[in-house]
């Protein structure tokens, strides 16, 4: 089972490792919006595969 999130900005991330998946969607947030997402933030937006 993969993990995925499609940014509004069109960047999709997928892992298939949870906690992978969520430090990848952090550094997306951080480098690319200057923004801050907490683990339970990044889960809300995330859909299984």
Do not use: W
């Amino acid at each position: 089972m993969a993990y995925v999130v499609t940014c509004p900005c069109g960047v999709t991330i997928r892992d298939n490792d949870l906690e992978q998946f969520v430090k990848a969607v952090q550094q997306h947030g951080k480098d690319v919006h200057n923004q801050d997402a907490s683990r339970e933030q990044v889960l809300a937006m995330a859909r299984e595969e």
